[in-house]
């Protein structure tokens, strides 16, 4: 895996997007490609590799390239169950429905099954409905009423048997065993405008990796397209990771005791809005460690997987509250994350002044201002120049004290830079 995922950010370093979301880009790809092909036993249920992922950044941080390469690969890796960029809750439903899996059911079978009703309860667990959806602004692929959609991924992620989703007119319709992957693009402030800020506690977003990205790399007028031979060769690999049989992965005896390490280790978000994530970062993990030894061609997962999957996780998660920025957190939360962002991209010391002048619009007057400062200065996200300069970036390196539990050096070194 660490070689695939090496020649792909190779493949893709000549692009201005960010290394971490060609990473996330293609590991989605990837479990969406996957499928149910493969999967882990659970207690009383399977975890299967599918990943709902949502890069978030500014403006121009080039997320939809990341998720326009990804998709691309899926495409000539003859993957057809892709969403289309925009639509409503009911069309998903349906379309998705008479979508194809490549496991030997013809979607005549999934109408048949929503007509008339599957044969036996073996039939159900034959049948599965499998699709990506990459949407590089992701509010705009849901259209109306997308808190009720989204209300009904969360539920979908790793279902068995019958989804029923109520459409038009008290109307519903059946998908059997939905295996739904989502890659994502958004920037903080659409983020925040779109949602309130008690959804990052729910299901969908529990589910959902943040992946923060800073435009960091040269800007490139004139992109090469990049060797025929060598996409043939990232589709080839990628196209050796679906199982034509549904295939248990099971963990070696040294992964079966890290997955156990790493569970009960003390959580590294000191963030209480990402509560909800850590209930389900175990089976995060393990979907990630599922897509790696299936990419390295292994059916054990060994303790090198898991200690990959756990550095990419880890670092991403220490990006996490950076992705949100002030979202969710008290009055005046979008203004304190737009001061933050303000301080983040002006070069050097930046006066009161200057920062009243990006914010004046959203305060009544300067004393408001001067709270939020002083709030964010006590919270560690902003420091004071001695003198009353003005007012710096305060960031720190991305470190972890337990090496047994992450290898950063697994990382590139642009992504070993990022500050959380």
Same mark, same amino acid.
Do not use: C
């Given at each position: 895996?660490?070689?695939?995922?090496?020649?792909?950010?190779?493949?893709? *370093?000549?692009?201005?997007?960010?290394?971490?979301?060609?990473?996330?880009?293609?590991?989605?790809?990837?479990?969406?490609?996957?499928?149910?092909?493969?999967?882990?036993?659970?207690?009383?249920?399977?975890?299967? =590799?599918?990943?709902?992922?949502?890069?978030?950044?500014?403006?121009?941080?080039?997320?939809?390239?990341? #998720?326009?390469?990804?998709?691309?690969?899926?495409?000539?890796?003859?993957?057809?169950?892709?969403?289309?960029?925009?639509?409503?809750?009911?069309?998903? /439903?349906?379309?998705?429905?008479?979508?194809?899996?490549?496991?030997?059911?013809?979607?005549?079978?999934?109408?048949?099954?929503?007509?008339?009703?599957?044969?036996?309860?073996?039939?159900?667990?034959?049948?599965?409905?499998?699709?990506?959806?990459?949407?590089?602004?992701?509010?705009? /692929?849901?259209?109306?009423?997308?808190?009720?959609?989204?209300?009904?991924?969360? @539920?979908?992620?790793?279902?068995?048997?019958?989804? *029923?989703?109520?459409?038009?007119?008290?109307?519903?319709?059946?998908?059997?065993? =939905?295996?739904?992957?989502?890659?994502?693009?958004?920037?903080?402030?659409? /983020?925040?405008?779109?949602?309130?800020?008690?959804?990052?506690?729910?299901?969908? /977003?529990?589910?959902?990796?943040?992946?923060?990205? @800073?435009?960091?790399?040269?800007?490139?007028?004139? =992109?090469?397209?990049? +060797?025929?031979?060598?996409?043939?060769?990232?589709?080839?690999?990628?196209?050796?990771?679906?199982?034509?049989?549904?295939?248990?992965?099971?963990?070696?005896?040294?992964?079966?005791?890290?997955?156990?390490?790493?569970?009960?280790?003390?959580?590294?978000? *000191?963030?209480?809005?990402?509560?909800?994530?850590?209930?389900?970062?175990?089976?995060?993990?393990?979907?990630?460690?599922?897509?790696?030894?299936?990419?390295?061609?292994?059916?054990?997962?060994?303790?090198?997987?898991?200690?990959?999957?756990?550095?990419?996780?880890?670092?991403?998660?220490?990006?996490? =509250?950076?992705?949100?920025?002030?979202?969710?957190?008290?009055?005046?939360?979008?203004?304190?994350?737009?001061?933050?962002?303000?301080?983040?991209?002006? +070069?050097?010391? #930046?006066?009161?002044? @200057?920062?009243?002048?990006?914010?004046?619009? $959203?305060?009544? $007057?300067?004393?408001?201002?001067?709270?939020?400062?002083?709030?964010?200065? *006590?919270?560690?996200? #902003?420091?004071?120049? +001695?003198?009353?300069?003005?007012?710096?970036?305060?960031?720190?390196?991305?470190?972890? $004290?337990?090496?047994?539990?992450?290898?950063?050096?697994?990382?590139?070194?642009?992504?070993?830079?990022?500050?959380?």
């Amino acid at each position: 895996m660490e070689d695939f995922l090496t020649q792909y950010l190779e493949y893709t *370093e000549n692009t201005e997007a960010p290394a971490i979301y060609h990473r996330w880009s293609i590991l989605t790809a990837l479990g969406a490609y996957i499928g149910r092909s493969y999967y882990v036993k659970f207690g009383h249920f399977n975890i299967y =590799p599918n990943l709902y992922t949502i890069l978030i950044g500014g403006a121009g941080s080039r997320k939809n390239t990341a #998720i326009n390469i990804a998709k691309t690969l899926l495409r000539k890796s003859g993957y057809q169950n892709i969403a289309p960029t925009k639509t409503t809750k009911e069309k998903f /439903f349906i379309d998705m429905s008479e979508q194809g899996t490549g496991h030997g059911s013809a979607s005549e079978d999934f109408l048949e099954a929503n007509l008339f009703g599957s044969k036996n309860e073996e039939d159900d667990k034959n049948i599965t409905h499998e699709i990506f959806i990459g949407a590089g602004e992701f509010n705009t /692929f849901f259209g109306n009423n997308i808190l009720d959609f989204l209300s009904d991924l969360g @539920e979908m992620w790793d279902y068995e048997g019958a989804f *029923e989703s109520k459409i038009k007119n008290g109307k519903s319709i059946t998908v059997y065993n =939905p295996t739904v992957s989502i890659l994502g693009g958004n920037t903080p402030t659409t /983020f925040a405008n779109s949602f309130p800020p008690e959804i990052i506690g729910q299901g969908f /977003f529990s589910r959902t990796i943040l992946v923060y990205g @800073e435009r960091t790399r040269a800007k490139i007028t004139f =992109p090469e397209n990049p +060797p025929d031979e060598s996409t043939a060769t990232i589709v080839g690999r990628i196209k050796r990771t679906r199982g034509l049989l549904r295939t248990e992965l099971s963990f070696s005896p040294s992964a079966k005791e890290l997955v156990h390490k790493i569970y009960h280790a003390p959580e590294l978000i *000191e963030d209480s809005r990402f509560e909800s994530f850590y209930n389900r970062r175990l089976t995060i993990l393990i979907k990630l460690g599922i897509i790696i030894a299936v990419v390295a061609g292994k059916n054990q997962i060994g303790a090198n997987h898991i200690l990959y999957a756990n550095t990419i996780l880890t670092h991403a998660e220490q990006l996490m =509250p950076k992705a949100l920025g002030e979202f969710g957190r008290a009055k005046n939360s979008d203004v304190s994350h737009k001061v933050v962002q303000t301080i983040n991209n002006h +070069p050097g010391v #930046i006066s009161f002044r @200057e920062i009243w002048a990006a914010v004046h619009t $959203d305060l009544e $007057d300067m004393k408001s201002l001067v709270v939020i400062v002083q709030n964010l200065v *006590e919270a560690g996200k #902003i420091q004071s120049v +001695p003198g009353g300069k003005g007012f710096l970036p305060k960031k720190k390196v991305i470190t972890s $004290d337990d090496t047994s539990l992450v290898d950063y050096s697994l990382l590139t070194e642009e992504e070993r830079r990022m500050k959380k």
